[in-house]
């Protein structure tokens, strides 16, 4: 069965340090990768995709892909208390396979 | 742009009603949409895939006879709890795929039901 892990948290890290959030996927065959957050009672949010091995930037955030080690991350530059949310990591098994699966989520709260 | 229009946000309903979810591709096509649900704590699992023009294709476990989804045209797509009982009780949300073949998903705003 394909799985998707993460820490459930919560994870409390200071304004203004970075946040950092793993996930991990047991299928190696997995093409595609995404970082939603979640704030309560919200729904998933789009925060960034990442396709290739290596890192992608998007303003506060990169992602982080290794596909060797079958983990992905996401890190939180500057954070900001606003960024308090639940972020869930969805993996794509493959390019046409149009069928997210969704970790459990990591709770991340920003202390001012 | 790939904006997602859900209806409504919360409803309440009485054990044994029906109640039907819309939910609306604003800015683009969406030949296929997804419906999820979310427990509390829970993550998102998937339920079923709506494709436009025919039948949707569910999930193991999935009951489509009690989960009735309608996707007949390439902006709508309606997901109807059938004779909904108390454990009915979640959150569910739709999404869809920009046009572009490798367009992200994108979710609807959810729809909190709550069955008494």
């Known amino acids: 069965q394909k799985e998707v892990e993460q820490n459930s948290g919560p994870l409390s890290v200071p304004e203004g340090a970075i946040a950092s959030l793993n996930c991990t996927y047991s299928d190696r065959g997995s093409q595609s990768f995404f970082w939603y957050r979640q704030y309560s009672g919200k729904s998933p949010e789009l925060i960034m995709f990442i396709y290739s091995n290596g890192d992608k930037e998007d303003g506060r955030f990169t992602a982080q892909l290794n596909k060797a080690s079958q983990y992905v991350s996401l890190l939180i530059r500057d954070s900001q208390p606003s960024d308090s949310a639940t972020y869930l990591c969805?993996?794509?098994w493959g390019f046409g396979n149009e069928k997210l699966t969704f970790g459990t989520g990591t709770r991340l709260t920003i202390i001012p | 742009g790939a904006v997602v229009s859900q209806h409504p946000s919360w409803v309440i309903c009485k054990s044994g009603t029906s109640v039907k979810i819309e939910c609306r591709s604003l800015d683009f096509q969406a030949t296929t949409m997804f419906w999820y649900r979310q427990f509390p704590k829970q993550s998102l699992m998937l339920m079923a895939t709506s494709n436009e023009g025919s039948k949707a294709t569910y999930e193991q476990g999935v009951e489509k006879d009690k989960f009735l989804i309608n996707h007949a045209s390439l902006t709508l797509s309606t997901l109807t709890v059938t004779s909904a009982h108390p454990e009915d009780s979640s959150f569910y949300i739709c999404?869809?795929?920009?046009?572009?073949?490798?367009?992200?998903?994108?979710f609807g705003n959810g729809t909190r039901l709550t069955v008494t």
């Open positions: 969805a993996v794509n």
């Open positions: 999404s869809a795929r920009g046009e572009q073949g490798d367009s992200p998903l994108h």
